[in-house]
Structures are given as structure tokens and as C-alpha cells.
């Protein structure tokens, strides 16, 4: 099955195999060697979609160092916009039952691949529109997103799903490099009865580029 999936990932793009080293731990990430290639003027015409997730950003390996902290055994999580499958992976070997949903089918073929050659155990993955969760999709101990405050109508889009997605005593670990949108984000999360109770600053440093991310943890008031 692993091998099936390189192969035709292999055969349909041209495409990179990258190791990162978070925590101390090597994840190898098989995703597109370009993002600019998958662009498709099909894609930005019908909802302005641009393949972001392609690209592996600071702000995921940042959360992927901090799920390394966490104890997933016997908890669910649920990323929103799982990209090429680093943050994925990450929670999959800290012992989450992870479900990885993106808006790009592509996306989760990347992650499908990456989570069984580094956490080599198979995660669930879904198609999701963020502002039409399906109402068989559940609720999880953990909701977490890194670096998706990019576009202006995103924060209200991504509030209103953490708190369709959290269950009881739940909570988001919403990863973010300074993103203009993102006090959007937090008015939005205080409007539906959530707010961010701790907020986990990491710096990233990998040769010249320099970013401070900020991991909030939300939770319901």
C-alpha cells in the first residue's frame, strides 16, 4: 500500500523528499518540489485557491515540536489544513488518533504516505471545507492549525470550526507567525465563547530566515 502510493505520487508530480529534524526526531516529508507548479487558474477562479499547502512553513514545524510535548494516548485531534502531513505525522507518533483534513485532495494523499512511513501506523484523512464542516465529522480533545490566517475571511471561518470541533474540556493549539489577520482570529473566538489561555512563543532560526511563532491555546470560557 505505502509503496502503491509513492509510486503514483511519484508518477503525477515532480516532487522532494525532505528530512526535518524536530526534537530531536527525523520526519521525512515527501511533498511537491514546487508549489507554484500546482497552481491552476481553475482553482483561483472558482474560490481563489492557491496550493499553500505544498510548502512546509516555520509555524508547522513549531507545532510539530510542540505536539512532541504532548501525551496523545487515548486523545483525538483534528488538523485543519494538514498541508504535506508534517504536524500529522507529529501527532501521530506522540499517540493521537488523528484525523488530517484538508481542502486539497492531493494534500491528503501527501499525508496518507508521510504518516505511514514516519508514525508507520495508517491516520484518517478528510476532505473539509472549513466553512461547511460535515455534521458527521465529531468532536476532538485537540483542534490544531498552523499558519492559516493568511487570507481575511479565514478567522472567522476558523473560530467558528474549533468551536463546532472541541469536545468537552477541549482544546485548539492554533500556531501563528504575526499574521495581520490574526487579532481577527481571537475577536472571532471571543464573539463564540472561546478564548486563548495560553499563548507558547518559539523562535525558528534555519539559516537567514528568523520567525518568532506563537502556538495559542484556545479553550471555551
Not at 494516548?73 to 483534528?78: D, E, K, M, Q
Not at 481577527?184 to 465563547?193: K, T
Request: overall charge negative.
Amino acid at each position: 500500500m505505502t509503496g502503491e502510493l509513492r509510486s503514483r505520487l511519484e508518477r503525477e508530480f515532480d516532487t522532494v523528499e525532505e528530512v526535518f529534524t524536530i526534537a530531536g526526531r527525523e520526519l521525512m516529508i515527501l511533498r511537491p518540489r514546487n508549489a507554484d507548479d500546482l497552481i491552476t487558474e481553475e482553482d483561483y477562479v472558482k474560490d481563489e485557491r492557491l496550493p499553500y499547502w505544498a510548502d512546509i512553513w516555520p509555524s508547522s514545524m513549531m507545532l510539530a515540536e510542540r505536539l512532541f510535548e504532548e501525551n496523545g494516548a487515548g486523545r483525538s485531534l483534528i488538523e485543519l489544513g494538514c498541508g504535506s502531513g508534517l504536524c500529522a505525522c507529529a501527532a501521530a507518533i506522540s499517540g493521537f488518533d488523528v484525523l488530517a483534513t484538508d481542502y486539497y485532495d492531493d494534500a491528503l494523499l501527501f499525508t496518507e504516505l508521510n504518516a505511514r512511513v514516519n508514525a508507520r501506523r495508517p491516520i484518517r484523512t478528510r476532505h473539509v471545507d472549513w466553512s461547511a464542516i460535515p455534521a458527521d465529522v465529531g468532536t476532538f480533545d485537540v483542534v490544531m492549525a498552523a499558519d492559516v490566517m493568511y487570507e481575511p475571511r479565514y478567522p472567522a471561518m476558523v473560530a467558528a470550526a474549533i468551536g463546532r470541533l472541541l469536545a468537552p474540556g477541549g482544546s485548539a493549539l492554533i500556531a501563528d507567525p504575526g499574521r495581520i489577520a490574526f487579532p481577527d482570529f481571537i475577536e472571532q473566538c471571543g464573539l463564540r465563547g472561546l478564548l486563548s489561555r495560553r499563548e507558547d512563543v518559539r523562535e525558528f532560526r534555519s539559516g537567514e530566515i528568523r520567525q518568532t511563532i506563537t502556538i495559542h491555546e484556545i479553550a471555551r470560557a
